[in-house]
């Protein structure tokens, strides 16, 4: 990696100072939670061409905020368990995978079951399932803030995305938890295009699209949970919704939409990451922040082709 140092701009931007300190002498403690933001920022925009083109933005929003609750419970759990001492927030961090990540992704699978199961719901329409997995959870979380304010910073860092510090085996669990998801996607990619842009027509070629379906809502659960568990909250939603749209704006062609979705997502962590250790600013808004950026483009050109 010394050779970098030895590439004028690259030199540049590594020796780039903050805080007394250059982005080069801080990436031994950052590499972590750089590639964690990585990762999930692939993992999330892949997945959010299908989140935008199939019209339930709201579902991932429902997951995020009940993978958030599943967080905010352990914290709670953990605190009332560990007695007067409290929880450092910490146990458990080193460990492949925590309390955290299990109530987060035991909390979204259950949500996604529940979505899924209600597309054959009449008396309840979805929107109003999803307002509720959304409101409900919300308030929760501001309750249990409230009463473990102990942990409160803690817990804020984990659902806003300001924790940038991410250990070496909740970084490979991240990375192992992708490679399922996105080898699923790529064994049934033909399935689920199929089942979500022409429900009817698979139907009628005798594919079982309600098996698909469950599938995508398991495969969104377990990727936001996961994901959150890692870098927070804010910053999966903005890389599951903003990068997908910026590409959808560029381009009609799917195969380019997906791959111009994951470079924007990609891009957008590794500098908004490295904004944000440059001017000392909150992690996950600044990914957001350079996320939303990846709309100029399309904007533009709309505003060219109207």
């Known amino acids: 990696m010394e050779y970098l140092l030895h590439i004028p701009l690259i030199k540049d931007i590594l020796l780039a100072e903050s805080n007394g300190m250059t982005f080069w002498e801080a990436l031994p403690i950052l590499r972590n939670g750089i590639l964690a933001c990585m990762v999930a920022a692939i993992l999330s925009s892949y997945l959010g061409v299908y989140v935008i083109l199939r019209r339930i933005v709201f579902v991932s929003a429902a997951l995020s905020q009940i993978s958030s609750l599943g967080i905010a419970l352990s914290f709670l759990i953990s605190n009332r368990l560990a007695g007067p001492q409290g929880f450092s927030g910490q146990e458990g961090s080193g460990s492949f995978f925590t309390f955290q990540s299990g109530m987060s992704l035991i909390f979204a699978c259950m949500a996604a079951g529940l979505i899924a199961l209600q ?132 381009t009609h062609r799917l195969l380019t939409t997906f791959a111009v979705a994951v470079v924007f997502g990609f891009g957008s962590a590794l ?28 904007l533009l050109l709309v505003i060219l082709r109207a």
Do not use: W
Request: hydrophobic residues 60%; aromatic residues 12%.
């Open 119 to 250: 597309l054959q719901e009449r008396r309840l329409t979805r929107e109003s399932v999803l307002g509720i997995l959304y409101t409900v959870p919300a308030g929760l979380v501001l309750l249990i803030l409230d009463r473990t304010a102990k942990d409160a910073h803690e817990i804020e860092n984990v659902l806003f995305g300001n924790a940038v510090f991410v250990s070496t085996p909740q970084l490979l669990f991240l990375i192992l938890i992708s490679l399922v998801v996105l080898f699923f996607h790529g064994l049934f990619y033909k399935q689920f295009i199929f089942t979500a842009f022409d429900a009817d027509t698979a139907r009628a070629a005798g594919l079982k699209t309600h098996r698909f379906n469950q599938l995508l809502f398991l495969t969104l659960a377990v990727a936001i949970s996961i994901s959150i568990s890692s870098i927070g909250a804010l910053p999966v939603f903005a890389f599951m919704i903003l990068p997908s749209a910026s590409a959808l704006l560029i």
């Open 271 to 298: 500098v908004g990451f490295y904004l944000s250790f440059l001017f000392s600013l909150p992690t996950g808004p600044t990914m957001l922040v350079i996320a939303a950026l990846c709309l100029m483009p399309g």
